[in-house]
């Protein structure tokens, strides 16, 4: 199994969603976040300066079984990309157990 975290625009969301929706990836967690980017100027708009070194982000928790996991990332991938400064970042890590507390399964049962 494997966690998949990815950390992207907050108005690239619904298209993400949609997208994992379409590779079969119908359970995740997300949360808003705030970091801090390599982009150091800051940007006017309509007469006011912005700082974009504090950066709204949303972070997406996703684990899933090793088959889905290249689908998951290519979904993201495909979807949050801009090509601008900033379009976020994805993490894998290994994901040595899981359990569903409700039927006590474990494994890819338990995620599934």
Do not use: C, P
């Not at 970091?35 to 300066?49: A, D, F, L, W």
């Not at 912005?50 to 998951?72: C, G, K, N, P």
């Not at 601008?84 to 049962?109: C, H, M, P, Q, W």
């Amino acid at each position: 199994m494997k966690k998949i975290e990815a950390i992207i625009r907050k108005s690239k969301f619904d298209e993400v969603k949609e997208a994992l929706h379409q590779v079969e990836v119908n359970f995740f967690s997300y949360w808003d976040v705030t970091g801090v980017g390599n982009e150091k100027q800051g940007h006017v708009y309509r007469g006011i300066s912005y700082s974009t070194s504090d950066i709204q982000r949303r972070h997406l928790s996703i684990v899933v079984s090793d088959e889905f996991a290249e689908r998951t990332i290519e979904a993201i991938l495909k979807t949050a990309y801009s090509g601008k400064v900033g379009d976020g970042k994805i993490f894998v890590s290994e994901v040595l157990e899981a359990y569903r507390i409700r039927t006590k399964e474990n494994g890819k049962d338990g995620i599934n």
